[in-house]
Structure formats: structure tokens, C-alpha cells
């Protein structure tokens, strides 16, 4: 039996992370997989308890340097459903807007991590193209970035996220000249897709499994609608823990979280796209179809996703206007309990909290890694036997290879997986 | 104008949501002025985990594990020059909230179990273990002082962190002081060079480009007990990125 893989570091994710597999190479059989977050625990559902309601966005959003905005969000529209505390549409359609504009800046990231990661480990990429990345991220840097920051006080962490709007907003006029730009954005963002296409790294697979993201009936949204389970079930953002159980492994920071506590189920772009089907979009051919059920194709379906919502974009931005955007409840509840769902841009977001009025006393985080950490090793194990069949001997280096660029198709978060709390 | 002289970067990340790390690496793939001057020759993000020798090594996040102990001082060995990176690697930020429980307890409330992976009760921050030559705060860095650290580097000029406080550049922009209104600011005597955003953005200072102004803190409490700020709710705000200062002990 071999350990074929003890390495500290898979590159390209945020946190790091091993995989370690056992083969028997006489068989060509594949004994066992894990996988091992080796990040430390943060504990943010303990610091985060008895502070005030307000705060909680504010340090909630550190739980992660690029998926910091979701965990801003979801938090504070926790609270508000503990307090049932309605937003008006201008604070919901600004969301919707800040939602997608940091989506788009994590799937740009990762899309051009993933090509430099796999630079030089295949055939090289040209100069022309990686004058289109440079070109990419300072389009990217001058529009979705510099939105971000005009509207929120940091593309990072935003400051004025709060339970009931924002303590503070720009005049729109000026966030609408710095997007402006965002179509200049897809020449390049198609380019770039291309390339990834054209590596022929991207293996085909027919890796079945479930697929778990939010429908919303009237448009791609992220932050609104009902949890769907394969485009078959669906269910209220309140019934989210009598599907989906988490669970603690021994030794490892981070939790599993398993439909009906058993199976594996994929969240994130591929499986948004899936769940809402997006017949009419016109990038899903980079897909070949819909649904689809090859992992290696999650980074694609970022890159669909980025087209979509280079759109979406344009639409949201002639709808700005200069109006109120925070709303106080007219008395906090004595204790009370709220829950919120969101897309992050790898998935799934689930924030169960308890207030007791204006305080934060009892927290659960479910964060999207969480929920794909069980797929990804399902889809590993897929994979490697595949590999190993088609195989006259174990050839160690390819597998090491093909294990690697899965995990990094997935884009995992390594940071917000080991900081899950169970109430 | 910058001399035509090449630096090699690496970039390190150890306890932390990585923020710090997306902002350099952010910098280095779309700073026309930067680019050319500028070799990466260490970042697992980006694809090249191995540690290596560089003029220059980022290392952002604290220490939590007894694992990066031994990785930050392979880090030091192989640096020229190190840079702590971001509120976790110069004062534990918010990792040092840890410290106001035991890792048995915090594991036991988050996991329902002991773990037994090296988790420190502390967060050390880098210069406990290794020396650290230079520190860019804040949560995350203001992208321009990144910027200019580089080109300093680049220019073989020095770079120095501002000493004036999130107040002056607060009220030099006209903003309304929070702390009349009643919030818990540190903006007095917290190091300036964010821009004040926060204050800007409706939220008070909470001092995550620590302290500048050690004078000024006893007479900050004062001024926070005289708009009837409860030293409780002074505590809960020192609780986010000052656990490790000296703010905190006058509060005892």
C-alpha cells in the first residue's frame, strides 16, 4: 500500500490543505482518501458572541479575505430576520449589487490564479495573453474594485454593512461612473475563458451527485429565494438544518456538512447553474451542457457566471438612486432567533443566530467549503479510480497531478471551512 | 522614477482570512508602475507554495499552531527582509481574542470535542519568534502604503508609517465626530493612514493600525466616560483588535 500524497500545501487555495491517498498498486485499487485542512481554527462563533448587533458584520467579514462581503451580508441579514425587520427594495437591490460585484471579483481572482497555478506545466501561455491578464486584473482593479470600494469603504472587508442597510453610502452618481467601464471587462473576460478551455487540462467526467444552490423564479440572484435540492425539492431557508447536517471529524479543524447527514452534495457556480438552469444564457455552450456533471468545469462555469453578471451589472446600475438606506427596528425582541442563506461566491452561506435585543448571543455558521469538503472527496475518489483503471501501472505523478487540479477546480476556502460553529 | 533595479517577493500567509495576501498579490498583478520591477518567487495562492530565498518576504496572519513556529522561522532564514503584514501579524488583531478562553473550551464549544492539532492558547504575533524588520497595519493595509513601501524598496529610499492619528485625518475631511455622538472611537490615539474610513463610512475607529498616541489614551477614557460610554462597552470595542495593548490595561 503507498501514501502517494503527503504534501503541506496544495497551491492555488486560500488555507492550506493535504490530501492523502493510499493505492495498492498491485491491484491498481484505491484504499483509502482523505482530506486535511491544515489551517487553525479562528473560533469567530465564540468571539463573535455578546457584542452588539451592529459590530457583528464588521468582524464577521474577517472570517475571510475574499468571501468577506458574503459573511457581512448574511450576518446582518440574520439579525434582521431576528428582529423582523424588513429592508426597503433600495438597501435589497444595492445588496444584490454588492453580492455580485464581489462575486465577480473572487471568480476573476480565481480564474487568474488557476492559470498562473497551472503556468508552465503545460504548454506555454502566450505573451499576448498574459498581457490580457495584466490588462484583466487592472480593468478588474479600475471597475469592480474601485465600485467596491466607493461603495462600501473597502473591496476587502466592507465598513458599513449593518442590520438594517448602511451606516453610510457615496453619492450613487459616483458609483455609477466607476462602472462605467465593466463592459471593457468582457472581451477580456471571454479571452480568458478561452485560454482555460483551450489548455485541454480540463478532464471530461460524469461525476453524478446533488446539487444545492438558491432558485429564485425571477432572476440570477444571490441573495434572495427558496433552497433547491437538484431543481427537485425545495425548501425555506428555516428548514435548511433538517436537510443539511454538519458534522465534527475527529482531529480536524474543519466540519463536514451532509445531505440528510449521509450524502455528499455540491454548492457553488456549477451548481447554481444547474439548480437555475439558464437555458437563454448564451455562454452555457462553454459547459457543452446543462446540467453539467464534471467538477473540472466549476472554474468555467465561474467564468459564465462573470458574463452573467457583467450584465446584471448594467442593469443594476441604471436603477442607483440617492435614497435612505438604514431602517431600525422600533424595539428589539427580547430573545429571538434568525436565520439567512446566501450565494457567497463558492456556495451556499448559512447564518443561524440567536439576539437577545440588540446582542448577538448564540451563532452557527455553515460556510460553503463546509458543505463541498465531503463532495470534493467523493469526486476525488472518482477521479483516482478512474485514473487507476485506465492505468497499466500506478502512475503516481499523474494522479498526484489530476488530484491536485480538482481540488483546486473547486475553489476551496480553507479560511472560512475551519470556523463552523454547531449551537 | 524608478531605477531599473528587480526585486524577488515572496508571500507567506499563516493564521488569518488571507486578506492581506489578496491585497499585495492584487498589487503585484495590476501595478503597471510595480510589474516589471517586481519577481514573485514564493505564494501558494498563486500557485508557488514552496518557500525560497527573497529580498523581501510578506508574512500575513498570526501565529496559532505550534507548526508555524518552525515555518516562520524557516521564512526568516530564507529573507532578507521581512515585512509583518496586516493587525495579525503585528498584535494578533482579532486571532488574540482567543486568549480570553482556553483552547479546551473553545474547542469544546465550537467542535464538541478536543481536537489535540497543536492550537496555541496565544496569538503570537511574528516578532515574538523571529525579528521583523518592517510592519504595514491595519485590517487589511491601505493599498497606497503597500504601494509605497515598494517603491521605497525599489528606490533605496526609507519608509516610515505615518504618526498621525485616524482623529486628525478624520476631522481634516470635516467628518462628524463619533465619539460626540456617543460611539465607542479609539480614532484619538489610533495611527492614521487609512483615511479614516471607517469614521468615513459611518463606523468608529476600533484601532486596527494600533496605537500611535500613547499620551493621549488616559485622557480618551476620560473623554469616553464623560459622553457616558460604560467601560464595559469601552471593553467590548477593545475586545476587537486591541486585546494585546496597553489600552487594555488601563481599563483593568
Known sequence: MNVLEERSFIPGIEGPMKVEVSIDPS????VDLEIKPMESSRFFEVILLNREAKAVPYIASRICGICGYAHALCSAMAIEDAWRLEVPDSVRSLRELIAILSTVNSHLFHLVTLLFTWLGRSRPISLNFKRNLI???KVKTHTIDKALNELCGDKLHPRNIVPGGFTYLPSMNRVMSTLEGVNRLNKLVYGLVEELLSFDLLREEDFKTHYV??????????????ISIDSMIEIKVSNFKKYFIEQSISGSPAKLCLLYGKESYMVGALARLNVNSCQECEYRRWLHKLPSTNPYLIPIAQGVEVMKFLDIIQD?????????????????PRRARGMSAIEAPRGLLYYEVEVISHKLTALDIITPTVQNLANMKDSLKYIVQRLLEGMKRAQIDEIRREAERLVQCYDPCIPCAVHVHET | MIRPMRI?????SLSGCEGCALRLLNIITSNEKLIDHIELVSSRVMGIPEVRQADVAFVDGSVLRDNEEEFLMEIRSKSRILVALGTCSIMGGLNALRELYTVAELEEQVYGMKLNIGHLDSA?????????????????????????FLLCLLLGKEFRLTDRTVCFECTSQGLPCLLERGEVCFGPVIRGGCNAICPKYGIPCWGCRGIVEEYGMERLIENLRKHNVSPE?????????LLKTKLRTLMR
Not at chain 1, 443594476?316 to 428589539?332: A, G, N
Not at chain 2, 462597552?233 to 483588535?241: A, L, Q
Request: hydrophobic share 30%; glycine share 4%; charged share 35%.
Open chain 1, 27 to 30: 491491484s491498481r485499487r484505491l
Open chain 1, 135 to 137: 490588462e484583466l486584473m
Open chain 1, 213 to 226: 444552490a438558491l432558485k429564485n423564479e425571477t432572476r440570477y440572484g444571490l441573495l434572495e429565494g427558496c
Open chain 1, 316 to 332: 443594476l446600475r441604471r436603477e442607483l438612486r440617492d435614497e435612505p438606506r438604514l431602517v431600525k427596528p422600533h424595539h428589539y
Open chain 2, 8 to 12: 524577488t517577493i515572496a508571500q507567506y
Open chain 2, 124 to 148: 503570537k504575533p511574528l516578532d515574538s519568534i523571529v525579528k521583523v524588520d518592517y510592519i504595514i497595519p491595519g485590517c487589511p493595509p491601505p493599498t497606497w502604503e503597500i504601494e509605497e
Open chain 2, 233 to 241: 462597552r469601552v471593553k467590548e470595542y477593545i475586545r476587537i483588535f
